[in-house]
């Protein structure tokens, strides 16, 4: 006889809504392909089909239970594919665009715990090329991970509560590695602000080892700007400050990164002591010509210094894209990037979607279809 009086009782506080939280699951994704063409790949032209290049092709779960009080429990999986051959992304791992669960509280902010962006992806990238339109507009070799190259594990994450427009954000990675805690550990801080035509956003990302903490990274030996430098660090942080204006069916923002690798192991990559640093600045405009069609450009400009050697590596990147939308949910692009090698750069380098050029030069041509479920 208690069963019946159980369940009546559960039903009437359910419906009081004090006890049942409401809960609610979402699965999306963007599938994104299209043939690429490159004037030079390692001294060849190259027509390839490639996926994931304006957004990387994903799909995933999110969801969030209502706790009651303004509080609510949150979750993500998210997962990065290759829809040319059906092969995992992210060096195999099932959900390896992110993977969290956590708190999140209306006026406390919020709290994640996994596999998570970092702060110079999230905030700084909104406002690049490659944070407009894909991975094809990179800053070189993804130096300062504003195109979201790599995430971090092992990680714990605040966010606060919007204030006045202004939202920030603190991430610890935890390496890991009994006896040595800051070993492979994971920085990193931000803050943004959005209000009228104005948006601003600054980040700092320090990791300890890059190579280890975050291996997915484009730091490989075949990567032509960074990657041996990568491979060879103790220590790489990056800093950037971002903006944006818009006005009209028009928008304009510039960047400005600084990235270093420090602490270099001679016997490992690059074959140098020291430390290498690069600077980035570039400028990103756009325009609705009508609501279904956009057409945007930008370029920036890369200067490295070498300590050991003194040799200052210089990039150019100019790129232009047409992008038009059949419907809400999907579209497609025409998109081209140019890059040129300059100071004592040898080789373009549009990593990591392309090999390097067999010259200063490299230029790439993509037309793509893209659509968002």
Same mark, same amino acid.
């Given at each position: 006889?208690?069963?019946?009086?159980?369940?009546?009782?559960?039903?009437?506080?359910?419906?009081?809504?004090?006890?049942?939280?409401?809960?609610?699951?979402?699965?999306?994704?963007?599938?994104?392909?299209?043939?690429?063409?490159?004037?030079?790949?390692?001294?060849?032209?190259?027509?390839?089909?490639?996926?994931?290049?304006?957004?990387?092709?994903?799909?995933?779960?999110?969801?969030?239970?209502?706790?009651?009080?303004?509080?609510?429990?949150?979750?993500?999986?998210?997962?990065?594919?290759?829809?040319?051959?059906?092969?995992?992304?992210?060096?195999?791992?099932?959900?390896?665009?992110?993977?969290?669960?956590?708190?999140?509280?209306?006026?406390?902010?919020?709290?994640?715990?996994?596999?998570?962006?970092?702060?110079?992806?999230?905030?700084?990238?909104?406002?690049?090329?490659?944070?407009?339109?894909?991975?094809?507009?990179?800053?070189?070799?993804?130096?300062? /991970?504003?195109?979201?190259?790599?995430?971090?594990?092992? %990680?714990?994450? @605040?966010? *606060?509560?919007? &204030? !006045? +427009?202004?939202?920030?954000?603190?991430?610890?990675?935890?390496?890991?590695?009994?006896?040595?805690?800051?070993?492979?550990?994971?920085?990193?801080?931000?803050?943004?602000?959005?209000?009228?035509?104005?948006?601003?956003?600054?980040?700092?990302?320090?990791?300890?080892?890059?190579?280890?903490?975050?291996?997915?990274?484009?730091?490989?030996?075949? /990567?032509?700007?960074?990657?041996?430098?990568?491979?060879? %660090?103790?220590? @790489?942080? *990056?800093?950037? &400050? !971002? +903006?944006?204006?818009?006005?009209?069916?028009?928008?304009?923002?510039?960047?400005?990164?600084?990235?270093?690798?420090?602490?270099?192991?001679?016997?490992?990559?690059?074959?140098?002591?020291?430390?290498?640093?690069?600077?980035?600045?570039?400028?990103?405009?756009?325009?609705?010509?009508?609501?279904?069609?956009?057409?945007?450009?930008?370029?920036?400009?890369?200067?490295?210094?070498?300590?050991?050697?003194?040799?200052?590596?210089?990039?150019?990147?100019?790129?232009?894209?047409?992008?038009?939308?059949?419907?809400?949910?999907?579209?497609?692009?025409?998109?081209?990037?140019?890059?040129?090698?300059?100071?004592?750069?040898?080789?373009?380098?549009?990593?990591?979607?392309?090999?390097?050029?067999?010259?200063?030069?490299?230029?790439?041509?993509?037309?793509?279809?893209?659509?968002?479920?």
């Amino acid at each position: 006889m208690k069963t019946p009086l159980i369940a009546a009782s559960l039903a009437a506080l359910c419906a009081s809504g004090s006890v049942c939280a409401q809960s609610s699951v979402t699965l999306y994704g963007i599938i994104d392909e299209g043939l690429t063409f490159s004037n030079n790949q390692l001294g060849n032209k190259s027509y390839q089909m490639q996926s994931g290049i304006s957004q990387g092709s994903r799909w995933g779960l999110q969801g969030a239970e209502d706790l009651g009080g303004g509080l609510s429990a949150i979750f993500r999986l998210e997962n990065g594919f290759d829809i040319n051959s059906g092969k995992l992304l992210q060096q195999g791992r099932e959900f390896g665009r992110g993977a969290y669960v956590g708190l999140s509280s209306k006026t406390l902010g919020t709290v994640t715990l996994g596999r998570q962006n970092e702060m110079m992806g999230d905030y700084v990238g909104l406002y690049t090329a490659n944070g407009n339109w894909g991975i094809l507009f990179p800053h070189p070799g993804d130096l300062d /991970n504003t195109g979201i190259d790599f995430r971090i594990n092992n %990680a714990v994450r @605040y966010t *606060s509560p919007i &204030i !006045s +427009g202004i939202q920030a954000s603190a991430l610890y990675g935890f390496g890991n590695v009994a006896g040595a805690t800051n070993r492979d550990a994971v920085k990193s801080v931000g803050v943004k602000y959005a209000g009228g035509p104005v948006a601003l956003a600054a980040a700092y990302t320090s990791i300890d080892h890059p190579a280890e903490a975050v291996p997915e990274g484009v730091w490989t030996a075949t /990567n032509a700007v960074d990657g041996n430098y990568g491979l060879a %660090a103790s220590k @790489y942080q *990056s800093f950037g &400050i !971002s +903006g944006q204006y818009s006005f009209g069916n028009a928008k304009i923002s510039a960047d400005y990164t600084n990235t270093k690798f420090f602490g270099l192991d001679p016997t490992v990559g690059a074959n140098i002591s020291g430390h290498v640093s690069f600077n980035i600045f570039e400028v990103v405009a756009s325009y609705y010509v009508t609501p279904s069609l956009q057409l945007g450009t930008g370029y920036s400009f890369t200067e490295g210094q070498v300590s050991a050697t003194s040799q200052k590596p210089k990039y150019h990147n100019v790129d232009a894209i047409v992008d038009y939308y059949l419907s809400k949910r999907t579209d497609t692009y025409l998109q081209a990037t140019y890059m040129h090698a300059a100071g004592d750069a040898q080789y373009a380098d549009l990593a990591p979607v392309l090999q390097r050029s067999s010259t200063p030069n490299q230029i790439e041509v993509r037309l793509g279809l893209r659509h968002r479920f």
